[in-house]
């Protein structure tokens, strides 16, 4: 299984970025799936989240309202589409896989497989 991200780069403050996250070796249809990052010196946090339909989305509270995940199934990617940006969104984001979820993400989904990340830098 292998989950490769792109989009990332440099922005100025208030401006949008668009990550994507491509899949293989698994059905990707079936797997819920999540964003997450880590800034420099900090824990990695949870960002967002999709169910395997694409029907329910989750979010953290610091993107809500800016951010907006999605999924093609029939194209086996995951976006992130980030707009609003705040020097504070600067991190690597990275694409996981839940392989089981038994409540709301993050505590409750079982997310075991990582992306490399991908670095988004917003500057002012």
């Known amino acids: 299984v292998q989950l490769v991200e792109s989009g990332g780069g440099l922005a100025h403050t208030g401006g949008s970025l668009k990550l994507s996250c491509v899949t293989s070796?698994?059905?990707?249809?079936?797997?819920?799936m999540g964003w997450f990052r880590q800034a420099p010196g900090k824990e990695r946090e949870f960002v967002a989240a999709?169910?395997?339909?694409?029907?329910?989305?989750y979010y953290s509270e610091f993107v809500k309202g800016r951010f907006t995940i999605a999924r093609d199934n029939a194209k086996n990617h995951l976006y992130l589409q980030m707009n609003d940006l705040k020097s504070d969104d600067t991190a690597v984001y990275y694409c996981?896989?839940?392989?089981?979820?038994?409540?709301?993400?993050?505590?409750?989904?079982?997310?075991?497989?990582w992306g490399q990340g991908t670095q988004v830098t917003v500057s002012s």
């Open positions: 996981t896989k839940s392989q089981g979820e038994t409540g709301p993400p993050p505590d409750a989904w079982d997310f075991d497989t």
């Open positions: 070796g698994l059905h990707f249809g079936n797997y819920a």
């Open positions: 999709i169910t395997y339909t694409g029907s329910t989305t």
